[in-house]
């Protein structure tokens, strides 16, 4: 059996980078930065008093996000590079009305989870696939450049310090949310690239969304909207993927969905909601085939979750199933469903981990979906799904569960 990874603030593996979906040359940005953004010139602030820590549920239910008690911060300018990133309280920070990122979208993120295991370690999942998403993400809106080996060690700090509190070996199968975030601001209003960064990484609560009562239910996107476009920025994690969505995703769920599952082109099935969608079906020649989109148009997001179901379902996690991405249409899947071939469905995402998907409605056909036994995932949807949280949570070790160490406890 293979050993986890240890991350610890001072000795981390040298991840290998996975290749970009999209690759563009340098900005202007990058060919002028100075100093590189480097963990260990971490500088340290510490609460004085504690924040009281809520129950988990009383914190998913909060109209606000609920975070632990620092943040990392790390600025930049083009004259002179990354300054020293520092942990700090969390709270606001001041920005001017003329930012960049208020005016003109200079802004991504990444959403990865920290998971406190059975075995008492806290562990994050495949992280070398966020950090580098996120060097992507930056990259297309013009955000500096950064080493995402850095990135993940000022993330592993931030972890070994509130998590002991936060996230204490007591709530074992328990998680925090982990935010990473960049931003532009400089304070000048013009179309340009910004002359000046924030970057800062915070800890939060968020629920639990991957079991809705009856499973996910999904409704197609209207006729006159879509989510994005060959030549967009559909595979970086940038805000202007998410504002534009809302009302869509809102008028779904007015009428009773939880999600939109988006189309392009001629009907072509995309995402649903931020999420990476999978079809389980049985093929005309009665093979078993799980099917999703590609990513060879950067119209969808390379997520590290969908990456990993597709690792293990070709690994043969779940048996003998057949793993195919490739463009595939609405109109498809309403003649597979006409046959009755459709075995399951599932969205896989951070937040959503791996959901599964009971019902899709378009032009008002309604495709019903079979699920598992008292509205449990369906065989398929349920292996791959139990295989990845035993690795998050420990009950398998892995090297994609990479353990941070407990720190320092407040």
Known sequence: MASPSVLTPNAFPTFPLPPTVITSPPTSVEAVQKTELDASKLTYTFITVPSPIPDEVSASRSDVTIAT?????ATWDVSTGWAAPELKPYGAFQLSPAASCLHYATECFEGLKVYRGFDGK??????????TRMRLSARR???PPFDPIELQKLIAVLISIDCPRWLPKTRAGSFLYIRPTMIGTHAQLGIQAPKAALLYIMLA????LDSPVGGMRLLTSPQDTIRSWVGGFGYAKVGANYGPAL???????REGFHQTLWLYGDGECTEAGGSNFFIVWRREDGRMEVLTAPLDDGIILD???RRSVIDGLRGGVAGDVEVTERKYSIQEVLEASAQGRILEAF???TAYFICPVSLIQHNGKKIHIPMGDEGKPGDITGRVKGWIYDIMYGRQQHPWGVVIPDGQSM
């Open 69 to 73: 008690d620092h943040m990392i911060t």
């Open 122 to 131: 806290l562990r994050i999942f495949r992280p070398e696939h966020n950090c």
């Open 141 to 143: 809106v013009s955000l």
């Open 205 to 208: 609560f968020i629920p639990r």
């Open 247 to 253: 009302a869509a995703g809102q008028g779904a769920q």
């Open 303 to 305: 997520g590290v979750t």
């Open 347 to 349: 969205v896989t995402g």
